[in-house]
Nanobody
Framework: EVQLVESGGGLVQTGGSLTLSCVAS????????IGWFRQGPGKEREGVSC????????YYADSVKGRFTISSDNAKNTVYLQIDSLKPEDTAIYYC?????????????????????WGQGTQVTVSS
């Protein structure tokens, strides 16, 4: 079955960096998308970045552009999210998710409803 496992979260000082990992398994799809989302306490999930398997295209929410970098290592079946210049408002549980077919719009690929499979999440806490 499809499985996504996140890791790499932790407690980091403001201005620090962190790299999250998402190991994916069980995929037999051709044009799927892996997205990163985050959810703070009492807040809705927010899409921050995604990467399309077919061509490697990436997309970022305006709020994180310039600080977040998504990448993939196909040999390791892993997608990474590097976060630089961390801010307290980045504090959240970070999830990776899989959409089995690209919707045709990267904007829509930052919406949680597009995704069928989700990992369990990894906590990122940024202290001042």
């Amino acid at each position: 079955e499809v499985q996504l496992v996140e890791s790499g979260g932790g407690l980091v000082q403001t201005g620090g960096s962190l790299t999250l990992s998402c190991v994916a398994s069980g995929f037999t799809f051709n044009d799927y998308v892996i997205g990163w989302f985050r959810q703070g306490p009492g807040k809705e999930r927010e899409g921050v970045s995604c990467i399309r398997r077919e061509d490697g295209s990436t997309y970022y929410a305006d709020s994180v552009k310039g600080r977040f970098t998504i990448s993939s290592d196909n040999a390791k079946n892993t997608v990474y999210l590097q976060i630089d210049s961390l801010k307290p408002e980045d504090t959240a549980i970070y999830y990776c998710a899989a959409d089995t077919y690209y919707s045709g719009s990267y904007y829509w690929e930052l919406q949680p409803y597009e995704y069928e499979y989700w990992g369990q999440g990894t906590q990122v806490t940024v202290s001042s």
